[in-house]
């Protein structure tokens, strides 16, 4: 296989749910795309979803028909049934393989792949889906960073320290998804209109992050510092917040899922 050539490659995916979907998506609607692409058959809906939308799609008959036929395989499987599946499982030696689940690191994933296969770590975010996001990457090798990169920005890490930390975080995108709609309902409340109200709140969001991207040499301590006008608006909501310690609930929500990865 020539791993710098995406458009000469097979790609596998064995579990085939949300994330696969988002990166099946992703693989078929970018302008260079995999030759081919075989999920595994369950769940079945999904994969026959994906097969019927993007003709590159198709389905397995089984896990082990996905490593058969392709040249890189993603394991897109919870990570409880991760050793039941992959055990019964006969890899090829050197295959690329890109796991993306967060609990397994690869002192115990090693030893559920037979013969030893290449293993990267990646943690792609749904919007891989439409091809933009960071997309964290450990262990990296030629055919995961070119696979990483066509479906978003390769994030590499050194560790798996370093992974589960940030994968931590990643924990978060459903808050921040709740404290968006905390505060474009409390505008709603107030009479905007709803459309109006969703669209300026992600803008509001979008341009605060972006801010922060485009000047990394200032900490975000110091933007929030710098927002904060002595008796103003972000003077008196920062300091409320504080007062109330819900950055302490957001560090003890952080804490609690960091307990899940092994250390
Ligand atoms: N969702 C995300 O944004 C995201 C991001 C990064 C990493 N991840 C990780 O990626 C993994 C998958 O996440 P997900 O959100 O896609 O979960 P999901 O929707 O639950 O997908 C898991 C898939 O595995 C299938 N499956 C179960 N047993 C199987 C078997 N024996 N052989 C083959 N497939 C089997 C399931 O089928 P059934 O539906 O029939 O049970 C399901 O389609 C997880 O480890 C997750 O933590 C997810």
């Given at each position: 296989m020539n791993q710098t050539d995406m458009t000469a490659m097979t790609v596998g995916f064995i579990g085939t749910g949300k994330i696969t979907t988002a990166l099946v998506t992703g693989f078929a609607t970018r302008s260079i795309t995999p030759r081919k692409i075989i999920v595994s058959p369950r769940n079945a809906e999904r994969a026959a979803a994906l097969s019927q939308q993007f003709s590159m799609v198709e389905i397995a008959t089984d896990n082990q028909a996905v490593i058969d036929a392709t040249d890189v395989i993603f394991l897109a499987l919870r990570p409880e049934t991760a050793e039941a599946v992959l055990s019964g499982l006969e890899f090829r030696e050197n295959l690329p393989v890109i796991s993306l689940m967060p609990t397994v690191p690869l002192s115990l994933l090693k030893p559920m792949i037979h013969p030893t296969a290449t293993i990267s770590r990646a943690v792609p975010l749904p919007s891989a889906a439409k091809g933009f996001g960071p997309v964290l990457l450990f262990a990296p090798h030629p055919v995961s960073q070119l696979l990483i990169g066509a479906i978003g920005d390769a994030v590499e890490v050194e560790s798996e320290e370093i992974l589960h930390g940030l994968w931590t975080v990643n924990g978060m995108i459903s808050p921040v998804f709740d404290m968006m709609a905390e505060m474009a309902g409390w505008a709603r409340a107030q009479g905007v209109p709803e459309s109006l109200a969703r669209l300026y709140t992600a803008r509001f969001v979008e341009t605060i992050a972006k801010t922060a991207v485009v000047e990394p040499d200032v900490s975000f301590a110091q933007h929030s510092h710098d927002a904060?006008?002595?008796?103003?608006l972000n003077e008196q909501t920062s300091r409320m917040l504080a007062e109330a310690q819900a950055w302490r609930v957001w560090t003890d929500a952080l804490n609690a899922v960091r307990k899940r990865f092994p250390d």
């Open positions: 904060a006008t002595p008796g103003g």
